[in-house]
């Protein structure tokens, strides 16, 4: 959001940054906050069996039926508590639509910026995983080809790569589970657990090192229902459940402080949902092969490595920005640059 936003919000002068909302002349408390985010962060798995212990819908018939539901639940309660948060930060006053969608980091300015670098910052995580990945698809293409792989140039290559590529992104428009994991399930969290989420918790009034390390048990809460998924429906043991969403748990602690950090700094949601979508993608970072011959894990070390190298640099927040004095990152006066 704008810094204008930001002192007529906090109804203090500007330099002061985020340190607590006025809402009728009433700071929004750090129990209102954190009440607030534990009923979204239930509400957000409670809600996708509402058509099913609720409504009393009958059991659907297919994969596509059962995921399009989850689909409409999840969108509904998305923006259910999108203005819930506006109703407690107060943001109805402005009339201006623009401030009011900046505060969930909604934006059209520098969206290159917000696409590209989270991007490029969050491949260098998996760079164990894109090295094997590549290594496993030409020994595939060797395979087929036998010497006369030798004698294609690095064009020819590239170019099937790129059409493997569009082949499965034509294969995903079609594909239900896809759409769940690249389009509706980063969109929504991201928009409930960062969005609406940050912006309750920074203006309580707590630290924003607190909010990145704390708050992504939020975002964790949100997946164990899978433990019991995986258990009554895919019938697994109860400890193999525990374990693998024990597993998903660690995982998304970790994502949920890059994904934070990254709305943070950047005051863009986009920012997040790219990454989230290259993370779910591309699934957890690889960091042994035993095929790579060691290849993935030297990857995978140098890209760790030139990630912090390059983290706080490529989140400055002047590059999604057009000044300072204008900045639309949530730290308020940009102190971490």
Known sequence: MTMAAVAALHELPTAAGITGMSIEGSPLSRSVALIACVVMALGYVLVLYVPTFVLRLPPSTSLESFLIRRFTCALVFSAVSALASAYLLGIGRFRDVSVMLSVYGIRKDHMWQALVFPLLLSSLLYTGSLVSKLLFLLHGWRGRAGNSFFDQDLCHIFVAAARISLEHALDCVHNMVAWRNY???????????????????????????????FGPI???????HHCMELYYQQRYSFLKALSVVGLQLGYTVVF?????????????????????IFCNAVGLPIVFSPRTRGLATIAFIVGLASFSWFLFPASNPILYN????????????CSWH
């Open 256 to 276: 949920g402080w890059y994904a934070t950090f990254l709305f943070i700094r950047t005051g863009n949601i986009i920012s997040a949902i790219i990454a989230h």
């Open 322 to 333: 057009s000044s300072l004095e204008s900045c639309s990152c949530w730290q308020g006066c």
């Open 218 to 224: 939020f975002f964790s809460l949100a997946h164990l």
């Open 183 to 213: 389009v509706v399930a980063p969109f929504t969290e991201e928009l409930v657990f960062r969005a609406c989420m940050i912006p309750l918790l920074l203006c309580s009034g707590f630290h924003t090192q607190s909010i990145i390390f």
